[in-house]
């Protein structure tokens, strides 16, 4: 393959994963609205909803750690077709299950479905950085926050209009729809032997550190993801498709942001950036806790979303380029710290929401974020000095 095909390879491949990353996120915005749904269709409390929230995350983590097997063994092209086109029916099975027990099996499902996505998508996206000669993980992380913004912000007047299954059957086509196209010209990588060697975490304590940082920041994305709507709705009075802008707003900003997040950051460094990011996102998540109206809970939470865009990434940067450790083994305890926030952490929430209200749990989320706002400087080493590395090929 000549120089000028392999770039264009490269190039088709950069957005099909993008296609990926948007199918993945518009599934998971799609998600947000069915939960005030779920919660009365099938007369449960937030306790209930909060034990399927955590059979989801349950299924996520175990499925990650699943694909972060498969991966080396059939390359992450391969994996990212199967589990993707799987991760197009999660939705479906939950609007479908009738009881509690189905739908305890559902969410797991779904759950497995997104997590394995979301690990071989990532892998791929590494794959066609390496062919590109440049970054574009932030990029492809606005195009997941894109699809939640479609997905949210459309969800909840679909469901309010056709009811939740059609709306389910609906973002099941599209997603389909989309990922038929994308696998098409998803880059393939050359699969690896498997490493016989031992496993061995790292030793560096700020690993750890960023780890909890990451578990923190993700937590308060988890609780507007899972709980945003159900607070509008059940709290502040609004109808279901008002209810599910709560998300889908939050996640519109935070596309916005991560498409300037390589220009911010490199304008303003990591550290800069990132204290910025956990101030703004702090206050937007305590505003929308304290907010009497709707509107002004949604405008809190697109705030909030402008902040905590950007905060993930830097720390899963500083992560990868902690001193005396080695990337790989720095990302993936800060990954599964982090992925815990975001996917485990919700289902306490709803046993506490279920007894105080959401209103004294999302102004409670804001104060960590402010205690990580205080940690900033942990993440000086996001910043590195940058390498010799191919030309730049146009995207």
């Known amino acids: 393959m000549d120089a000028s095909n392999a770039a264009a390879v490269a190039v088709r491949g950069r957005w099909a994963v993008a296609a990926i990353f948007f199918m993945n996120g518009f599934v998971m915005g799609g998600w947000a609205p069915q939960i005030p749904v779920l919660l009365t269709r099938l007369a449960i409390t937030e306790f209930t909803l909060g034990l399927l929230l955590l059979l989801f995350g349950a299924g996520a983590v175990s499925a990650m750690i699943g694909a972060g097997h498969l991966i080396p063994k059939y390359g992450s092209r391969i994996v990212t077709i199967c589990f993707a086109i799987s991760c197009c029916f999660g939705l479906l099975l939950v609007a479908l299950a009738p009881g509690v027990a189905t739908a305890a099996v559902a969410m797991y499902v779904f759950g497995g479905t997104f997590g394995a996505t979301d690990v071989s998508m990532n892998a791929n996206a590494v794959t066609v950085e390496k062919k590109l000669g440049r970054p574009i993980m932030s990029s492809s992380h606005g195009f997941w926050s894109l699809g939640g913004f479609v997905g949210g912000s459309t969800g909840g007047l679909m469901i309010l209009y056709w009811g939740h299954l059609w709306h389910a059957v609906v973002v099941t086509a ?49 609780a507007v993801l899972d709980w945003g709507a159900l607070y509008l709705k059940q709290e502040l009075g609004s109808d279901i498709a008002t209810a599910g802008l709560a998300f889908g707003v939050f996640a519109g900003a935070m596309a916005i942001m991560r498409f300037l997040g390589d220009v911010v950051r490199g304008r303003l460094g990591a550290v800069t950036t990132f204290r910025i990011s956990c101030l ?22 697109g705030v909030s979303g402008l902040g905590l865009a950007n905060t993930v990434p830097i720390l899963f940067s500083a992560a990868g380029n902690q001193p005396d450790t080695s990337p790989g ?24 929401g279920e007894r105080t209200g959401f209103s004294p749990i999302f102004i409670a989320i804001a104060f960590p974020l402010f205690a990580v706002f205080l940690a900033s400087n942990i993440t000086r080493t996001a910043d590195f000095s940058p390498v010799e590395s191919d030309p730049i090929l146009p995207i």
């Not at 305590?286 to 939470?301: C, M, Q």
């Not at 083994?329 to 709803?350: H, Q, R």
Request: charge should be positive; hydrophobic fraction near 60%.
């Open 174 to 222: 599209i997603a389909l729809a989309i990922t038929v196209v994308a696998m098409r010209h998803l880059v393939a990588d050359v699969p690896l032997a498997q490493e016989h060697r031992k496993f061995t975490l790292p030793r560096a304590p700020a690993v750890y550190i960023v780890g909890i940082m990451a578990l923190l920041c993700m937590n308060s994305e988890g």
């Open 329 to 352: 083994a720095g990302v993936s305890v800060v990954t599964t710290m982090g992925y815990s926030g975001i996917l485990v952490a919700p289902s306490l929430i709803g046993f506490v």
């Open 280 to 301: 703004v996102g702090a206050t937007g998540i305590l505003v929308a806790g304290l907010s009497p109206w709707p509107w002004l809970a949604i405008a809190a939470f």
